[in-house]
C-alpha cells in the first residue's frame, strides 16, 4: 500500500485543474504521451515490482500546491476541489483501494468552506500543502514561510473539525518551527513527506539541524514519516552511506509503526533509474538488513490503521478493521488450544 502517488492530465480537454506549466518538465508517463500519468500508468509502474511485492492501492498525494505560483490561495481553492473530483473519480476505476489527500490553501479566509467541500467527497482522509521555503518549493516564494503566517496557523486547526490529517512537506531548518506548532494540536495526524526534504549539505555539514529537528518531530505521537524520494537527496541514494545511516537515524527515532515506505511515482520513477520499479525489491532489501522484521511495517501494518481506517464510514475501511481484528481473535484462540493441549500433556 503505496502513501505516497501522484496522477494528473495536462491535455487541453483536462478537467484535472493541474498547471502544464509546471508539470511539464519531464516525460513522467509510461504511455509516451507527456501530458497524462495516469491510475493505469501508475499501477503498471507498481506490478513491474519483485513478486515479495503486491499493490494494493495507495494514497493520492496533491500536486496542485506546487501549481499555479502566484496565484492568491483564495482564488486558487476551487481549483483545489477540482483536482480532488477528478481524482476520485479516476481512482474509483480501479479495483484497488485508494485514499485521498488534496490539497487546500489554509491561509486563505475560505479554507473551512474548503475543508468542508472537500471532506464531503468519500475517500478524502486529509490534504497536503507544501510548506518548503529558502529553498522555496513554486508557490512559496512569494506566500513566504507559512509557519509564521497567523492565518495558516488558524486554518490548520480548522483540521480537526473535518477529521483530516496533514501531510507535511517541508525543509529541515522548518522542522524545529514546525515540531512547536503540531505540539499544540495533538489531535491533527501529521505525515512527514520524503524523509524531510534533506540535501545532502543537510545531512553532512548541517547534519545537527537536521537530527535534532528530527528528535523534536518524532517526540510527538501524532507525527509519522514516509521513507521515499531519496533521490533527491543523492540519485545514488542506495550507495551511499549518508542517506542510508539517516534512514536508520530516521527508524530508530519513529519507529517500525510509524515509518512507512512510498513511490512518490511518478516523480520519482522519472528522477533515476534507481528510484524506478527496481528500486522497491532494493528497498526491500535494504529494510531487511537495517530492521528485520520492519518490512511488514513499511509497506503495510503502519498504513492500514492510519490511513484506510482513518474514516471508518469509507466503504472498505470497516470491513478491512474488521477482518484483521478477526485474524487476531483467531490466532488468539489457536494460542489458547496449543497452551491447553500442553497443559494436558504435561
Not at 494494493?56 to 477540482?82: H, K, N, R, W
Not at 542510508?244 to 519507529?255: H, K, P, R, V, Y
Request: overall charge negative; aromatic content about 8%.
Amino acid at each position: 500500500f503505496d502513501p505516497h502517488v501522484h496522477i494528473w492530465d495536462l491535455s487541453p480537454q483536462s478537467t484535472s485543474g493541474h498547471d502544464p506549466a509546471v508539470l511539464t518538465e519531464c516525460p513522467w508517463t509510461t504511455t509516451g504521451n507527456s501530458k497524462m500519468y495516469t491510475e493505469v500508468d501508475y499501477e503498471a509502474d507498481c506490478d513491474g515490482a519483485p513478486e515479495v511485492l503486491k499493490h494494493i492501492g495507495g494514497v493520492f498525494i496533491d500536486v496542485m500546491s506546487a501549481c499555479y505560483p502566484g496565484t492568491p490561495g483564495e482564488a486558487l481553492q476551487e481549483t483545489c476541489l477540482q483536482e480532488a473530483h477528478w481524482v476520485a473519480a479516476m481512482l474509483s476505476k480501479s479495483s484497488r483501494l485508494y485514499r485521498y489527500a488534496p490539497s487546500a490553501c489554509l491561509e486563505s479566509p475560505n479554507a473551512s468552506a474548503t475543508l468542508s467541500k472537500l471532506a464531503e467527497i468519500p475517500g478524502c482522509v486529509g490534504i497536503r500543502q507544501i510548506l518548503n521555503h529558502e529553498p522555496h518549493w513554486p508557490r512559496n516564494g512569494e506566500l513566504g514561510d507559512l509557519l509564521d503566517n497567523e492565518q495558516w496557523k488558524k486554518g490548520y486547526a480548522l483540521l480537526a473539525d473535518v477529521g483530516f490529517s496533514f501531510d507535511l512537506q517541508l525543509n529541515p531548518h522548518q522542522f524545529a518551527k514546525a515540531a512547536d506548532h503540531i505540539q499544540n494540536h495533538p489531535n491533527i495526524p501529521v505525515i512527514i513527506n520524503h524523509l524531510g526534504t534533506p540535501t545532502l549539505d543537510d545531512l553532512t555539514t548541517k547534519r545537527n539541524q537536521y537530527s535534532d529537528g528530527m528528535r523534536k518531530l518524532a517526540a510527538l505521537a501524532n507525527v509519522n514519516i514516509k521513507i521515499s524520494m531519496l533521490c533527491y537527496t543523492d540519485k545514488d541514494f542506495d550507495k551511499s552511506p549518508v542517506v542510508l545511516d539517516a534512514i536508520s537515524q530516521i527508524l530508530s527515532l519513529f519507529g517500525d509503526d510509524r515509518c512507512c515506505f512510498a513511490t512518490n511515482f511518478p516523480v520519482d520513477r522519472s528522477s533515476s533509474e534507481r528510484c524506478s520499479a527496481p528500486m522497491l525489491g532494493g528497498f526491500t532489501k535494504r529494510t531487511l538488513e537495517l530492521r528485520h522484521r520492519a518490512c511488514q511495517y513499511y509497506f503495510v501494518d503502519a498504513l492500514v490503521g492510519f490511513f484506510l481506517c482513518q474514516h471508518l464510514e469509507v466503504v472498505g475501511c470497516k470491513s478491512l478493521k474488521v477482518a484483521v481484528l478477526f485474524g487476531s481473535m483467531i490466532s488468539a484462540v489457536f494460542v489458547f488450544l496449543v497452551l491447553l493441549c500442553i497443559c494436558r500433556l504435561a
